[in-house]
């Protein structure tokens, strides 16, 4: 069961392109204030803030989360030497990359319209991107580490914050990622894992544009949701 929303809710979907991650993060603190304004003093009409998911891809950028806060400057300085922009955020997680090939997802929610769970939410995410994978023919699962994986291969990188069930961070989903980034860092601190993308996993290019529509379905499928294009 998805949760308790309404087939009828809305989440409505805003599509950034290739974006800078601090443009995007921009975006998702304006986003996630309105709702956190909005629970201490209700705005009605079209002001009202509403469910979303924001859609891009990156330039190559470096991300450390909250586990990550006595990471070395001289490291940080090492990344960007190779041509990445480097970003310290309030997510979890530890270190990880988002460049171009990768779809990245930030759902904007209020887990009171779904379940108030987190660790519900990042369950159903991760479920969204193993359903999608089916779609596309890759058989992919969870493991004890977050994300989901094709064996021993992560093959999406799930962070989120939640703050007074305000959702903002989400997910990267390798689709036709150049790898070799990921070889500059021990991704999510795991040292005996590796990376993987749907490219690589099916011997063909595949696309951000084609596994798109298919991650959305999958979204308003294990969020019990409409998906719907927002005008902006």
Not at 36 to 42: F, Q, R
Not at 106 to 118: A, E, G, M, R
Not at 120 to 149: F, M, N, P
């Amino acid at each position: 069961m998805a949760g308790h929303v309404s087939l009828h809710h809305q989440v409505f979907v805003i599509h950034l392109g290739r974006i800078a991650y601090h443009h995007a993060w921009n975006t998702q603190q304006i986003l996630a204030r309105r709702y956190l304004d909005h629970l201490k003093v209700p705005v009605l009409g079209p002001s009202k803030p509403r469910d979303s998911i924001l859609i891009c891809e990156h330039e190559p950028v470096y991300t450390i989360g909250v586990r990550s806060r006595d990471f070395l400057v001289s490291e940080e300085q090492r990344l960007k030497n190779l041509g990445a922009h480097f970003h310290r955020t309030n997510r979890g997680g530890l270190i990880t990359f988002h460049g171009p090939g990768q779809l990245v997802a930030y759902p904007i929610l209020n887990l009171h319209h779904f379940k108030k769970s987190v660790r519900w939410y990042i369950s159903q995410l991760e479920r969204t991107v193993i359903h999608t994978c089916q779609e596309l023919g890759v058989k992919a699962g969870t493991s004890c580490d977050t994300g989901v994986w094709v064996k021993d291969n992560k093959l999406a990188a799930i962070g989120i914050q939640c703050s007074r069930y305000i959702t903002t961070h989400g997910l990267g989903l390798n689709c036709n990622t150049d790898l070799s980034w990921f070889d500059n860092i021990v991704p999510c601190g795991l040292k005996d894992k590796g990376i993987t993308s749907l490219a690589r996993e099916l011997q063909r290019d595949v696309p951000v544009h084609e596994v798109l529509p298919v991650f959305l379905k999958a979204f308003a499928k294990e969020f019990n949701c409409s998906i719907v294009e927002a005008d902006a």
